[in-house]
């Protein structure tokens, strides 16, 4: 199902490259309120981290138009500890059995900051102006994941083995532009797919960003 996925959006975009009559260039960065989504999730918090990086407008007409971008994403989630402190050494024990067993939700679970996560993201997305300089945005995601670790007391724990490596989003936003070229997005992004490898925790990403940016041309 991933690589169908994966291949279809490939051949998707380039499709709309290869048949594209003018391009905008830009770059953005902005925040991330990142946290997850499932029935293992309640009590999980938000992280705030941050994105950046290129985005390749197409407009097709007056109000119709294909964005694709390539960024860094920090995402994850955050829970304090029930003492609301320093993990003690028995807990810090516990938590790397865990995480060599698989069970990123639970590292997390005892865990004071949490699992911080690192993708590349490449949303793939349809432009539809509602005025002239807002338009609504939406489409999937693809994501890779670079990093995953669990931070418990400023103790790192590397949780890459235990992290799926691709991550597939649904995406809505809106994107208001000024003429000379910068525009400000909101964005949620609803994960489809598990965070850890291990189905018996279930938590998806979930993360609504705001940032801003420029076209150069």
Do not use: W
Not at 120 to 127: E, F, H, M, R
Request: hydrophobic fraction near 40%; include cysteine; proline fraction near 3%.
């Amino acid at each position: 199902m991933k690589k169908l996925f994966l291949c279809s959006t490939i051949a998707l975009f380039s499709v709309i490259v290869t048949n594209a009559q003018e391009f905008h260039f830009g770059a953005k960065a902005g925040l991330n309120f990142a946290s997850a989504r499932g029935d293992d999730a309640e009590d999980l918090e938000t992280r705030t981290s941050f994105n950046f990086g290129g985005v390749l407008h197409i407009p097709f007409d007056e109000k119709l138009g294909f964005q694709a971008e390539l960024l860094y994403s920090g995402q994850g989630y955050s829970i304090e500890d029930e003492n609301n402190g320093d993990l003690n050494p028995n807990t810090q024990t516990i938590v790397l059995e865990r995480a060599n067993t698989n069970q990123i939700g639970r590292v997390a679970a005892a865990s004071n900051d949490g699992v911080i996560l690192g993708y590349i993201n490449i949303p793939l997305l349809v432009d539809y102006k509602i005025i002239d300089a807002l338009s609504i945005q939406a489409g999937p995601e693809i994501a890779f994941n670079v990093s995953s670790k669990a931070d418990f007391g400023g103790n790192e724990v590397d949780l890459k083995d235990q992290t799926s490596g691709t991550s597939f989003s649904a995406l809505l936003g809106t994107q208001y532009k000024l003429p000379m070229g910068v525009f400000f997005q909101a964005r949620y992004a609803l994960g489809l797919n598990n965070i850890p490898k291990d189905d018996a925790f279930e938590a998806k990403n979930a993360v609504f960003s705001i940032s801003a940016g420029y076209f150069f041309n």
